[in-house]
Each structure stands twice: as structure tokens, then as C-alpha cells.
């Protein structure tokens, strides 16, 4: 919550710098690179709650919360990289990708461990 809260303000700071007003989408670059990386970070929001729910619940917690704050740090790199340049998003973005996938075999692993057992 206070990730997406934090890119939120962002949004509302780059329009008022860049003087774009709601509705518009489009203006200055760098305000658009801003609206990007928010929307972007808000659409991988809920498959990575997803995937942190159901592998802390079947898989371990710990790892789990390690990924998590993994996965967080790197949509945060994500997002500045991408507000400064577009360049500056691929690393953060892979990284993340990388994560999610990582949570999604835990949670496969402890579904299978959780419906397989004898």
C-alpha cells in the first residue's frame, strides 16, 4: 500500500511540474515516463500479492518475506529507473520478472508438498 500510495504522489507531483492535468495522459516525456511506471507497477501489484500469499502460506514464510522485500526494492528501483529514463527501467524490470517467478515456483512447490502428501 505504501508503495503504490508512493508512486501515486509521484504522479501528482510530475503533473503539477510538468503542468498536465487529469484526465490527460500525455505531455512532457518525463511525466509520461512517471504515469508509465506507476501503471506498471499497479498492474503486477496483484499477481505479486498473489504469489506472496499462497507460497508464505504453502511454501515458508521467511523465504517468502525475502522475496517479497526483494520484489519491492526492485519495482521501487523499477520505478525510479523509468521516471529518469526509459533505459533505466530493463534491469530493475528483469530483476523483478526474476522474483516473480522464483515466488511462483515456492508456491507451486508448497501446493504440490500441500496436495501431494500422503
Do not use: D
Not at 6 to 28: D, L, N, W
Not at 42 to 66: D, K, N
Amino acid at each position: 500500500v505504501l508503495f503504490s500510495a508512493y508512486f501515486a504522489m509521484q504522479v501528482i507531483y510530475a503533473r503539477r511540474k510538468y503542468k498536465v492535468s487529469p484526465p490527460e495522459t500525455t505531455g512532457h516525456p518525463e511525466f509520461e515516463r512517471t504515469f508509465r511506471a506507476q501503471a506498471n507497477c499497479s498492474e503486477y501489484f496483484p499477481i505479486f500479492i498473489s504469489l506472496l500469499w499462497v507460497a508464505g502460506i504453502f511454501f515458508h514464510q521467511g523465504v517468502t518475506a525475502v522475496c517479497g522485500l526483494l520484489y519491492l526494492y526492485t519495482r521501487l528501483r523499477y520505478f525510479q529507473g523509468y521516471a529518469g529514463a526509459a533505459r533505466g527501467r530493463l534491469g530493475p524490470l528483469y530483476a523483478s520478472a526474476w522474483l516473480l517467478w522464483v515466488l511462483l515456483g515456492l508456491a507451486l512447490a508448497g501446493l504440490l508438498a500441500h496436495f501431494l502428501r500422503p
